[in-house]
């Protein structure tokens, strides 16, 4: 079982956001958001970095990724090449017995996402504040869906490090302390995540993201028998990356369907959640709040 099971979640009142805004955000303009650093599932044969300063992301399509092994420029993590980088990123990140994954690693193949991650491997081993959000409901018109909206991982402190989790296969976990935690608390793997590849000359570890979709589907995990929502997960994919305020942001799509439905009916109706995910250095953490661009949805409402 993911250690994530023994969090609670917690709905998050409209009312309060909106009077924590009001009281506690500096004025800002809807267009902090750099669309320089925006980069969506929709655009063909992605291959682009995103970042500022000296924090730079790499951001892959499947097409680029496969183009990339062709031309050798990225070494897939069962190569003889990628398995000899990741052991060099295991030892930089800190990773070693006591800190490698024990947790499964989620199924998922590099086509099956529609965007792959480049994390810098100069950022491995930092500390970092991960969190999520339900921030969509496709269905307009069930109440009961609707409420879902807002719902939130609260942040967690976690530290990222390569590590492998079997005779051929790497992955980069996000270690931490599910609560009660201290500076003495011992880490565990809280997300694992299947590495895909090393790209050498952009120095980055190529992660998938999309089983983040599968292992913390926020509905899933609240309602595990889908008693409350009537649905069960099917598909996940990550569909889009941004990164400003010195936050990465990116969007995982969760697909789920009716508990009866066959998974393999392409007719079935489906009910998408959109679940937005954010990771950032604790060394640039201000709890200071800043306006995004408003996401369509339902269940809130705008205030100046």
């Given at each position: 079982m993911n250690a994530f099971s023994a969090i609670s979640f917690r709905l998050v009142a409209n009312v309060l956001i909106a009077a924590v805004v009001i009281g506690c955000s500096k004025p800002t303009a809807l267009d902090t958001v750099n669309a320089d650093n925006l980069v969506t599932a929709s655009e063909a044969a992605v291959n682009r970095s995103i970042g500022e300063g000296k924090t730079s992301y790499q951001i892959l399509s499947k097409d680029s990724f496969e183009k990339g092994v062709i031309s050798k420029t990225i070494f897939p993590a069962n190569s003889i090449e990628?398995?000899?980088?990741?052991?060099?990123?295991?030892?930089?990140?800190?990773?070693?017995?006591?800190?490698?994954?024990?947790?499964?690693?989620?199924?998922?193949?590099?086509e099956e996402s529609q965007l792959l991650l480049g994390f810098p491997i100069g950022l491995l081993g930092e500390n970092q504040i991960f969190g999520g959000v339900i921030t969509a409901v496709s269905d307009k018109e069930n109440e009961t869906l609707g409420q879902l909206k807002l719902t939130d991982l609260p942040p967690l402190h976690v530290r990222t490090v390569v590590a492998k989790t079997s005779e051929t296969q790497y992955a980069m976990a996000l270690m931490g302390c599910v609560s009660e935690c201290s500076e003495a608390s011992q880490q565990v793997p809280l997300i694992v995540l299947p590495v895909a590849g090393v790209d050498e000359a952009k120095g980055t570890v190529l992660v998938d993201l999309a089983p983040l979709g599968k292992e913390l589907n926020l509905v899933a995990m609240m309602d595990p028998e889908g008693e409350f929502t009537k649905l069960k997960a099917k598909s996940s994919k990550t569909v889009a990356f941004d990164y400003s305020l010195s936050t990465l942001v990116f969007d995982v799509e969760s697909h789920m369907i009716p508990l009866e439905a066959d998974p393999a009916d392409a007719t079935v109706k489906e009910t998408v959640f959109n679940v937005r995910w954010y990771l950032r250095l604790t060394s640039t953490f201000n709890p200071a709040f800043e306006t995004r661009p408003a996401t369509p949805g339902v269940g809130f409402f705008m205030t100046d």
């Open positions: 990628g398995q000899a980088k990741l052991k060099v990123c295991a030892e930089a990140s800190g990773s070693n017995d006591t800190t490698t994954p024990t947790t499964p690693v989620p199924e998922g193949k590099p």
